[in-house]
């Protein structure tokens, strides 16, 4: 995988994005703006658009951009297809992520694999010894595929880390593996000169509890109702909902 | 000898019976004489095919890692020989004017009376391989075989007769190809294959022929208690058509038989290949699995497991996959239960490449062209149990040296 420019300050900014899937408006005029090292939060009710924007984001084609664009790093990436932002460093957790038959988790990891990665020691670090053998996703609970998406992640090591819902479907115990992998994949270990950053989508906030998030943003029917400190945002929806949220803005 | 003029009147009445599968050929179309070939004591020695014909049809010219080899061309047997102890290769013929006995097991796996082309086995001149392992022996190398045809309209006609006595084990990979040439052939290949107790027999064939063949095997196994047959089948280069419905029977406590098929149609091609399992003693089991692709041509991907006793248990399993237009793949899984307490399910499934798999490989980083090509061959990548190491890499070497041409 190609990391140019490696030492240039990522940059990702979505500018006044609008989405269309199958016909149906989902976003409206989205704006956000993560700088190098940055980690933010996406809170939102279901169906608010949130999976929508991390997929406009890493291009797949169902997800129509109508208006506005999406710039890495000074490049307008709004019409490349996902490899060429996997290449420029765009990484995606995928919440449901597809089986693919006779491909194994292994082989998986080492098509994302930058080189000189160590796939044995990663599997180990996440519990996925036994499941490197394994056709990728078949047969995975909840938790598994998490663990699995992660392993993947941090093989390919991308700059910019899109999670969806990391936490959901993971008891206690895996959380803490899988809030461990998020602090590598974020670099949240180091104090400063952290190059990384990440969108992460979280429905319960406890990720939270594992990585501290540097801004967060509330998504409302397709549009960024609220942004500013998560663990305030948090503690806004815990007490009063969404509902809250979005009569906030008016 | 009573027994041969009942078996020739019942081919000849089978004579014009045409196979219910397939495209009705008329025999009267092919040649059946071709130039006769020298015998040679060696491989090396063997000047009609070159390493690169044999390759091409999994033999191994040198013969290494190998326990034996048998070769005909056309309808001469150039070449038979067993490297190791405990395994016999001869010509049919020969083993039958070697073997009383053998006459117990000359078309007993299959009926000569199956249709025109087993007919026709019986009634015309034929050659074909006798395999043999003796009881308890095992070869840590296959043996090969390569049927191969070089002379344009040929019809190669085959009977093979293989056994693998008690406690044997006999692992076989067979290619069959033609000259890349040939615009007609026909090929008849009749095995009948006999699985003692506590014997196994592997048998992986891989098909290599030139546009313009035609090919019906007729294929019978019987398994005794404890026995084990599995086959590997995988076809991906360009024929005209091909037509085989191998029935195994498990007639002993505990036999098992697994068939996989794993079928590439390039345009133009019509493949039409079943397995058939009757489970007909407690403990049995099979599984039948099948990997169809199409690239334009017409693909029947059949198979039928017949419970006759309870406490059997087998699964059967298609899966196509269309990748051009005017591809066809047509699935028939057929579960027939006679017995109350036997245990028998199947899946099918029939589509194109899924665009969410598609896309979750090139997040990774993978172009849509990678992302397809991984996708296809995952699908094709079966996983084979019960295959010993050094057959396996052989068969993904010779599967990959396929795959890169036809996909």
């Known amino acids: 995988m190609e990391h140019d420019a490696e030492e240039r300050e990522v940059h990702l900014r979505v500018e006044d994005l609008s989405v269309e899937v199958e016909g149906r408006k989902i976003l409206h005029g989205v704006n956000l703006d993560i700088r190098c090292g940055e980690t933010h939060v996406l809170f939102g009710p279901n169906g608010s658009g949130k999976t929508t924007l991390l997929m406009a984001i890493m291009g797949f084609p169902r997800y129509k951009v109508t208006s506005g664009r999406i710039v890495l790093g000074g490049e307008d990436i709004t019409h490349l297809p996902p490899n060429e932002r996997a290449r420029r460093g765009i990484g995606v957790m995928f919440q449901r992520p597809p089986t693919v038959r006779g491909v194994s988790l292994a082989q998986m990891v080492s098509l994302c694999s930058r080189d000189g990665v160590d796939v044995e020691s990663l599997a180990a670090d996440l519990n996925l010894s036994e499941f490197l053998s394994r056709d990728v996703n078949h047969g995975f609970s909840g938790g598994e595929i998490k663990r699995s998406e992660l392993l993947q992640l941090l093989a390919q090591d991308p700059r910019i880390v899109l999670l969806d819902e990391p936490e959901s479907g993971v008891d206690m115990e895996n959380l803490q593996v899988v809030g461990k992998a998020i602090r590598k994949l974020l670099q949240k270990d180091l104090r400063r000169r952290r190059t990384r950053c990440g969108l992460i989508i979280t429905h319960t906030g406890y990720i939270l509890d594992y990585v501290e998030a540097d801004m967060g943003h509330v998504l409302c029917e397709g549009t960024i109702v609220c942004s500013g400190n998560p663990r305030e945002q948090l503690e806004g929806i815990r007490r009063y909902g969404f509902e809250e949220c979005a009569r906030c803005t008016r | ?136 022996s095992r070869t840590i190398y296959p043996l090969q075989a390569c049927l191969y045809i070089r002379e344009p309209r040929f019809v190669q006609r085959v009977h093979n007769i293989v056994i693998a006595e ?242």
């Open chain 2, 1 to 136: 000898m009573h027994a041969l003029k009942e078996l020739k009147e019942r081919a000849r009445t089978a004579a014009e019976k045409p196979a219910p599968y397939g495209r009705d050929l008329d025999l009267r179309a092919y040649e059946s004489e071709a130039p006769e070939r020298p015998y040679v004591e060696s491989l090396d020695q063997l000047e009609e095919l070159g390493e690169e014909d044999l390759a091409r049809a999994g033999v191994e010219k040198s013969g290494r890692q190998r326990s034996g080899s048998f070769v005909q061309i056309d309808g001469t047997v150039v070449h038979r020989k067993a490297l190791e102890k405990g395994l016999e290769i001869l010509s049919t013929r020969e083993a039958l004017e070697k073997y009383d006995w053998l006459w117990d097991y000359y078309w007993k796996a299959v009926a000569v009376d199956t249709d025109k082309y087993t007919a026709t086995v019986e009634l015309e001149p034929y050659e074909g391989y006798f395999m043999r392992a003796l009881p308890g």
């Open chain 2, 166 to 407: 008690e406690g044997s084990e006999l692992h076989i990979i067979t290619g069959c190809a033609s000259e890349r040439e040939i615009r007609a052939g026909l090929h008849l290949g009749v095995s009948e294959f006999y699985v003692k107790k506590g014997a196994k027999i592997t048998f992986t064939m891989i098909h290599n022929w030139a546009e313009g063949m035609d090919v019906r095997p007729r294929s019978g196994i019987v398994v005794e208690e404890g026995g084990l047959y599995m086959s590997n089948y995988v076809v991906m280069e360009p024929l005209r058509s091909l037509q085989l419905y191998p029935t195994a029977r498990l007639v002993g406590e505990g036999a098992v038989a697994r068939f996989y098929s794993i079928l590439v149609a390039q345009p133009g091609s019509e493949l039409d290949v079943g397995s058939r399992v009757i489970l007909s003693a407690p403990g049995c089991s099979a599984e039948v699995i099948s990997r169809a692709i199409t690239r334009g041509g017409f693909i029947a991907a059949r198979g039928h497991i017949r419970g006759e006793v309870g406490g059997v248990k087998a699964h059967l399993e298609c899966r196509g996959l269309i990748l051009d237009e005017g591809g066809v793949i047509h699935a028939v899984p057929e579960l027939e239960g006679r017995a109350a307490d036997v245990d028998m399910s199947h899946e099918a499934a029939v589509g194109k490449i899924a665009q969410e798999e598609v896309e979750y490989l090139m997040a990774r980083g993978l172009s849509e062209e990678e992302a397809v090509s991984t996708i296809v061959r995952g699908f094709l990548n079966v996983r084979i149990e019960g295959l010993p190491p050094l057959l396996e890499r052989e068969m993904r070497r010779m599967m990959e040296l396929s795959e890169e041409k036809a996909l």
